[in-house]
């Protein structure tokens, strides 16, 4: 049985970081493109960025370049995000999702996606 599992959330101010993790058991994780997704209340759920299978290539909304950055170690059968200069409209619960095949570019696609974390809270302050 398939389970992934995010941590890392928390509450911080403005400007401050977080470490998000995500770990997957239960599938081969590096034949897995990863993502990030979050949803803020009220809000639709939006791709935050994802990574290849083996780590090659990112991509990232445009509200969070420069800030954020994904990374995986498939050894460990984990997936991070780095968040950096948080803001409050940041605020969120953010979940890690896996999506089958080894793809030239990365998943973030709700859609698409094969399985899913059950979220992590992070809430910014100003």
């Known amino acids: 049985q398939v389970h992934m599992a995010e941590s890392g959330g928390g509450s911080v101010q403005a400007g401050g970081s977080l470490r998000l993790s995500c770990v997957g058991s239960?599938?081969?994780?590096?034949?897995?493109?990863m993502a990030w997704f979050r949803q803020a209340p009220g809000k639709e759920r939006e791709g935050v960025g994802c990574?290849?299978?083996?780590?090659?290539?990112?991509t990232y909304a445009d509200g969070v370049k420069s800030r954020f950055t994904i990374s995986r170690d498939n050894r460990k059968n984990t997936l991070w995000l780095q968040m950096n200069n948080l803001k409050p409209e940041d605020t969120a619960t953010y979940y890690c999702?896996?999506?089958?095949?080894?793809?030239?570019?990365?998943?973030?696609?709700?859609?698409?996606?094969?399985?899913w974390g059950q979220g992590t809270q992070v809430t910014v302050s100003s």
């Open positions: 990574i290849t299978w083996a780590g090659g290539r990112t």
């Open positions: 999702a896996a999506t089958r095949g080894r793809a030239y570019y990365c998943p973030l696609s709700q859609s698409a996606a094969d399985y």
């Open positions: 239960g599938l081969d994780f590096d034949d897995y493109g």
